[in-house]
């Protein structure tokens, strides 16, 4: 890249969200880092695009595509740094080719969970149009790259967490890896520094991404969180206070604090919720929180918070994944079941919404196991007005312990629909994974949608019927069958329904299964569809095996 001694330099951040209202923090945390040294402030002018979600299997996605490409290349930039995530990395890889066509002197970064060293040490990226790849945390290692860009210093084989080569022909040189920081102090905040955009925060609806902490108490094989951090560092409760009462101010009404485990150090935890009660903010709140790292006092200062105002609902992410302790142990993660209950009886006593997650498809896991974890879930929500369920295809991600393990168990992964999805296991044929797959399905759209519980997790409307849930329950009583044999029947009916749409959920392979349970089960599943199947059903006459009747879907 030719240096420009007197005129500014243009530098892009370009991240594409997880959902409609999100945004991407960890580009805002690159520039508020950058901006803290003069001499980056004086020679580089750095904007930052926000684009809400792109859904994989959209017709309209190459329209929006192209829109981004035109922007960015519209600002003739010296540098595009890309935020990659499993929902995003395609989307900017047509980007990143359009760029080089348009205007191929512009260097092109790729950062984010998605660039692993180990992925790029071992070829992965050489063949994308990409000239530096960024692994682990950012923020330094883009600082001394803008450094280099414009003054040939520092010396780029020194700068850790960094990979470049000198053409698109050649293979990455691997750096050092980067070392974490030490605590979050560090990092300039980007909201009180005001970096972050006030459009962005002013967008109908947003949700507004804050950081208490980053590390992580677990090392879960199929998690990269944790991957370069050796230790969990936390920020200062002033500072959480002074970014909340930012956000608010100018009119969000939604905060996700984005850590792995909100209470990974409960007093630490307490004390940020005392300090959000004493400022009496107005704002919902979102958490993950791993089963067991609760106690009656943090789940009351949870339910104090709530009835300050009525507009400030919790919502807890809990990661359960599987009830199965040899797989649980196989993932790191020996959390027993009673850690859950536990867990989520204390929510529940403070009227505090629960997403629970699961995983379809873990390591090893066959299809009898997936079926208790759905039949054990469901049972524990009967009882429940406040809750959500979650389920997630297993993801290969980059750079994972998962990967070795999958290798070793010969699991398939694919990216031809859903990013780094599992396609089948020697214990989980692709029969049973796609059988698993419209059960879930099934199971997504009866359980997160209006007339299940006090409110819809897709679209946060309220809803005080809960006709369908318990219309579902009479069912299951009145038949005296399982709550996955009356998934089952519902999968049938539901398979011959769809089948004259064309939906995905008839196709052969059920292509885009987790954008089909996110985007389209409420859609093409009305509540008068499931209150008619529901009210109609009769016990068929399974053969003494109960083999269930989902079995003829596969061989049409």
Not at 482 to 496: A, C, E, F, P, R
Not at 520 to 541: D, F, M
Request: hydrophobic letters at 35%.
């Amino acid at each position: 890249m030719k240096k420009q001694s007197n005129k500014k330099m243009k530098a892009m951040l370009v991240g594409i969200a997880g959902s409609h209202n999100a945004f991407s923090l960890s580009l805002y945390n690159l520039k508020a880092y950058a901006f803290g040294d003069p001499m980056i402030k004086k020679n580089w002018n750095i904007d930052v695009i926000q684009h809400p979600l792109i859904n994989f299997g959209e017709t309209f996605n190459n329209k929006k595509l192209s829109d981004l490409s035109k922007k960015i290349i519209a600002k003739k930039p010296n540098l595009v740094g890309f935020s990659c995530y499993m929902w995003n990395f395609d989307s900017f890889i047509k980007i990143a080719e359009n760029l080089k066509k348009k205007i191929p002197n512009t260097k092109i970064i790729l950062g984010g969970p998605e660039i692993a060293t180990d992925y790029v040490k071992n070829s992965h990226f050489d063949k994308y149009p990409v000239d530096f790849c960024i692994s682990g945390e950012g923020e330094l290692t883009f600082l001394e790259l803008l450094k280099y860009l414009k003054t040939n210093t520092p010396d780029i084989t020194k700068i850790d967490g960094l990979s470049y080569r000198k053409n698109l022909k050649k293979p990455f040189i691997v750096n050092s890896k980067r070392k974490p920081f030490s605590s979050l102090s560090e990092i300039p905040s980007p909201f009180l520094e005001g970096i972050v955009s006030e459009e962005v925060l002013a967008r109908n609806g947003v949700e507004a991404n804050l950081e208490t902490q980053r590390g992580c108490n677990l090392r879960c094989s199929y998690c990269i969180y944790h991957k370069d951090m050796d230790k969990v560092s936390y920020s200062e409760i002033k500072r959480i206070v002074k970014e909340v009462r930012y956000v608010t101010k100018r009119g969000v009404r939604k905060i996700r604090f984005v850590d792995a485990n909100f209470s990974s150090n409960k007093d630490h935890a307490k004390s940020v919720m005392k300090a959000l009660i004493r400022e009496r903010f107005k704002t919902s709140l979102f958490f993950e929180l791993i089963p067991g790292f609760i106690d009656e006092e943090l789940a009351s200062l949870f339910g104090k918070y709530t009835k300050l105002h009525p507009e400030n609902h919790i919502t807890i992410g809990v990661g359960v994944q599987t009830i199965n302790p040899k797989i649980l142990k196989l993932m790191r993660r020996t959390i027993r079941k009673e850690k859950f209950e536990m867990t989520f009886k204390l929510l529940q006593k403070y009227d505090i919404y629960t997403k629970i997650d699961l995983i379809i498809g873990l390591p090893e896991e066959d299809i009898s196991s997936i079926e208790n974890t759905m039949e054990y879930m469901v049972d524990q929500l009967r009882g429940s007005r406040a809750h959500l369920l979650c389920c997630h295809v297993m993801r290969g991600l980059p750079g994972t312990e998962l990967m070795d393990i999958a290798k070793k168990n010969k699991m398939t992964f694919s990216s031809r629909n859903e990013p780094h999805e599992l396609i089948e296991s020697p214990t989980l044929p692709r029969s049973d994974m796609l059988k698993s797959l419209r059960r879930t399905g099934v199971l997504f759209r009866l359980i997160n949608h209006v007339g299940w519980a006090d409110r819809e997790f897709i679209y946060g409307k309220t809803s005080k019927k809960t006709n369908i849930r318990d219309l579902f329950f009479a069912t299951k009583d009145r038949l005296s069958i399982s709550n996955v044999q009356l998934i089952d029947l519902i999968v049938d009916k539901l398979y011959t329904h769809l089948k004259s749409i064309k939906s995905w959920f008839s196709m052969p392979d059920f292509p885009y299964a987790e954008t089909w349970w996110w985007a389209h089960s409420s859609r093409e599943i009305t509540n008068e569809w499931l209150i008619t199947c529901l009210s109609n059903l009769q016990k068929p006459a399974w053969n003494n095996n109960q083999k269930k009747i989902y079995d003829r879907i596969m061989v049409n």
